[in-house]
């Protein structure tokens, strides 16, 4: 097979041409900055206004509550820092998972170090969120609940309203990442009991390094960016329109397809685990069997380390994702495999496939086939593994 | 990320497998990343090692150098065999990115645990060889942020 | 005149074609994660190292020390909190000036919430900084000195190098808001002495959303957006690969062509002042005569009001600014007309032309004819006006 097979879509995706279509006039053309008053950039301040509109209304939220960032991660760290600076005279506790992703983990530990307390909530060996041990954590300071929609790594989509239902009822703010989730599986704020979510543009075909926080009106939030009153005052920056405009088509895009491409993407997804859990042995599938994203697959192979595998993959044209140490940059293996209760050595040999909408069946027969003579020849390369 | 000669010894590993009735056998961990090497010795009556295999369970760079510290000890007398150091099997492999040195120092602690172990069997004193870790995790120097 | 003349170069610029078509391979080709290890992204990594080496070499500085952001107003916030944050054992005093970008402004107001002193250095008429109080503001608990390089609206440039030297003499570390001046005028951070810099890719004919803080080697310096390892895990994000690419191509454009573009540019904004400040009476021209922008123009115009002047040149084709409290937003006129001592009804009559690459003696021939009309005009209109 010459062809790339990309499946790993919760990294990042490809800019679909009919966004790229609509970002393109903003580079050279119709290049002026939203801000001046004369006729050419007014068409820009327009088009800032439809983004707006179209990530508004997939939420079910008002433009006005939709505020453009640099990426997920600015939105993740302005949602916490700027919560805790607002409401730190209410208290200094918060709560989340310990399967957060960075943006949310490493803010925390950088709250930790300002003199906020924060609790990381555990979750099952599917890594679902434990309802009554979050219902245990709260207290009378605490000011926030973060806990993401759906995880990067295993898929595994959260409880989402019956949390918002909780935090509602004890007035606590409810922020979610949903960097994974947003333009995949439907989120209404309003039925969810949202406050905060952060989006990503390059996680659903759209730009890299544009993304969004969506803050409920009337949510007492400081800026995280200061300067120039772009974003009604509260981010400041000249707006990247390119970047805005191709979030707000990949948006509308994915709204419009969703339905039909999230059936498309759990029915290979279940293809693809249906043959792996069964033509390879010591397998696990790693997430909830069910409430996962329509895109992601999880596995764990004992004996085999997560790296190699990538590289053997690699060779055969096939980009996939592990949570191994050895490719974490870090020398742990992911927390996320940690936390769901896997051994180090089960985590290593993880490999995460996510599907794309122009993934087919051939492609994944064709990675089935390939996964299993890999699997096979790294395990008899393996001191772990005894025939 | 990994140079030519890394890739050809992770796609074909040399002397990968297991040793009947091996000399010496050694195996370590390292703690730090999770990973396990297993080196078999066979060496002859003139301290000559005749043979040599592998199992290992880690990252390419690990995979790669034990491939490439096996062709290096390969018909070496054991004193010489230290020479084989993990800074030899890098530059033997043009070199490992940073994150990965760590690694090659599995295949160094990998065949002395192996010559330690041939030693013991066989009741002699390697010059210059000491009682293998348990876990060869050493410092890694990070910057700190 | 059917073509639209673009005067608002300070505001935001076009992207050069050479650098759209930079940018484009890595939006829908090749736009694997840069932190993935498969070879189908590793070509982004790479693309990312080499905008860094173009955009180090120009500065002179090492690539390890440019960080890239998601524009000049991260950059600048980056640099004032996360310095406050790290040197605070030290002293808890800041010293910038009058007139600096409101990025750096409302910066330093946040931190004087935090309980930071802030002293914000007068500037002369011409907009420079006072190197005696500069120094006499200096206090045993400084811990850093902003000084922009050049100012966006009068286009003055402050005496960087001096300020470095004495920053550097004292043991203090310098910042510098070099938005306006990167790839316009020749920066070398060692011989000005400069700790960190701010810096903007649609300032440069490059994109919207994308920038970059320079941190000198050995700075302590604590990140802004906590999350993933990117950039040396110091700013968290997936990249904005399109973005980077193209500020360091945009950057080495700049830089190549700096001399005969910085000449040309120059040579016209001397003709534009010349004849405005010749064929219309009653102005005054803001800014330091010689030690400004090769490309700013900043002029007021008195009896007029800045908005009705830009409504009445947009209707010509013509693109331009004000620092007239009607365009600001706030009701106050521009902070740095009023820093540099202009009345109130001065300050609103005020207009700034900033010149590109491609703009013509003819287009400046038509502007000056049009303005001289219009100022004409709406005097005739003002109520402070008698001929
Ligand atoms: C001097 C100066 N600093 C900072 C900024 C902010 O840059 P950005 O709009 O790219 O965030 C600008 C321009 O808007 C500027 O002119
Ligand atoms: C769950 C989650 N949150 C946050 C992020 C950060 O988003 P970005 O890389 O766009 O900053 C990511 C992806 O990298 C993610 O998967
Ligand atoms: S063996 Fe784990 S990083 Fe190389
Ligand atoms: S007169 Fe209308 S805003 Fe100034």
């Known amino acids: ?387 | 990320m990994y140079s030519e000669k890394v890739m050809d010894h992770f796609q074909n590993p040399r002397n990968v497998g297991e040793i009947e009735d091996a000399s010496g056998i050694g195996t370590v961990g390292n703690a730090k990343c999770g990973d396990i090497m297993r080196i078999y010795l066979d060496v002859d009556e003139n301290q000559v090692i005749q043979d040599v295999k592998f199992k290992t369970f880690g990252c390419g760079a690990a995979v790669a150098t034990s491939s490439m510290a096996t062709e290096m000890v390969k018909g070496k007398t054991v004193n010489e065999a230290l020479t084989v150091t993990n800074k030899a099997v890098m530059e033997a492999l043009d070199g490992l990115p940073p994150v990965k040195v760590h690694c090659s120092l599995l295949a160094e602690e990998a065949i002395h645990a192996a010559l330690w172990d041939y030693a013991e069997k066989n009741h002699i004193k390697i010059e210059g060889l000491s009682k293998p870790k348990s876990d060869i995790s050493e410092h890694e120097e990070e910057e700190d942020y």
């Open chain 1, 1 to 387: 097979m010459e062809q790339l097979i990309y499946l790993d879509n919760a990294a990042t995706t490809k800019v679909n041409p009919k966004v790229l279509d609509a970002m393109l006039p903003y580079f050279s053309d119709k290049f002026g900055n939203p801000s001046s008053v004369y006729g050419f950039a007014s068409g820009n301040k327009q088009a800032i206004t439809e983004a707006r509109e179209n990530v508004a209304e997939i939420l079910g939220a008002d433009p006005s509550e939709i505020y453009f960032t640099g990426g997920g991660s600015e939105a993740d760290n302005w949602a916490l820092k700027a919560t805790a600076d607002a409401y730190e005279k209410k208290g200094k506790h918060i709560i989340t998972t310990k399967i957060e992703h960075h943006a949310i983990l490493h803010t925390c530990e950088y709250l930790e170090s300002k003199g906020f307390e924060v609790t990381y909530l555990d979750v099952d060996e599917n890594g679902v969120v434990d309802m009554g041990q979050l219902r245990s954590s709260i207290r009378p300071d605490t000011i926030l609940i973060s806990v993401m929609f759906a995880n990067n790594e295993i898929g595994t989509m959260q409880p989402i309203a019956e949390i918002g239902r909780l935090a509602k009822e004890k007035g606590i703010l409810f922020h979610t990442d949903a960097v994974q989730a947003f333009g995949h599986v439907p989120i209404k704020v309003d039925e969810m009991g949202i406050d905060m979510l952060s989006a990503s543009g390059h996680k659903l075909n759209g730009p890299k390094g544009v993304g969004f926080l969506y803050i409920r009106k009337g949510v007492k939030i400081r800026s995280f960016i200061h300067g120039g009153a772009q974003e009604r005052k509260r981010r400041a920056g000249t707006e990247n329109v390119p970047g805005i405009v191709g979030l707000g088509t990949a948006a509308r895009i994915c709204a419009d397809t969703m339905e039909e491409r999230a059936r498309k993407e759990s029915e290979l997804r279940d293809y693809l685990i249906e043959r792996v859990m069964k033509e390879i042995p010591y397998t696990r599938l790693n997430g909830h069997r069910t409430k996962r994203l329509p895109n992601n697959a999880n596995f764990s192979f004992q004996f085999v380390e997560g790296e190699s595998m990538l590289i053997m993959l690699d060779m055969a044209g096939i980009c996939g994702s592990s949570g191994s140490a050895c490719t974490s940059g870090s020398l742990d293996p992911s927390h996320v495999l940690l936390a769901i209760g896997l051994p180090h050595e089960i985590a290593h040999g993880s490999l995460r496939l996510t599907l794309g909408d122009d993934t087919t069946r051939e492609q994944i027969d064709y990675v089935v086939e390939k996964l299993k003579e890999i699997v096979e020849k790294l395990r008899s390369m393996s001191p772990l593994y005894e025939d």
